[in-house]
């Protein structure tokens, strides 16, 4: 059991780490990026993005470790984790809360707002972008913190179960 145990803690950590990468990448640059657009050209380029993003790359990433964080959980309150417990518990709930519950209590909603503004409307682009842009990036500063701090999390738990 300790090898697949060892397994579920690498490859959390990896995806924790690909999450919070595809996340600062929004918050360190893309961002950003867009704010360098006129703000109806950046509301069109972030409603593109927003399709592409639902796609399997990074939905196998974000829920697949979401529901890989949920298997630690069990296997931790049934004592397969030894030492690492606390740890993975912690960064489990760490990343469901941070990372998946963010996302879908606050980025997903700003999204379909944004969506929801007439697409020939540059006007109306314009005023959807600056009343989405402050609150979406706050909240993806969190879910890249809380990703990252899952990582180091599941680090430790893999440590501290040997």
């Not at 984790?81 to 941070?98: E, I």
């Not at 701090?149 to 501290?160: K, M, N, S």
Request: proline share 4%; glycine share 10%.
């Amino acid at each position: 059991m300790t090898v697949f145990i060892d397994v579920l803690l690498i490859v959390a950590i990896l995806g924790t780490g690909i999450v919070a990468g595809v996340f600062s990448a929004f918050s360190g640059f893309v961002t950003q990026g867009l704010d360098r657009l006129p703000p109806a050209d950046a509301a069109r380029a972030m409603r593109e993005l927003n399709v592409t993003a639902v796609r399997p790359p990074l939905m196998l990433a974000l829920f697949g470790t979401g529901l890989l964080a949920v298997a630690l959980i069990v296997f931790a309150l049934v004592g397969a984790l030894g030492g690492g417990t606390w740890w993975a518990v912690a960064a489990s709930v760490l990343y469901l809360v941070g990372a998946i519950g963010v996302t879908g209590g606050a980025n997903v909603p700003r999204n379909n707002r944004l969506a929801a503004a007439p697409a020939a409307d540059a006007s109306a682009l314009a005023s959807a972008w600056t009343e989405f842009r402050p609150g979406w990036q706050a909240w993806n500063h969190v879910r890249t913190f809380t990703s990252a701090a899952a990582c180091v999390g599941f680090v430790l738990a893999l440590l501290a179960a040997h």
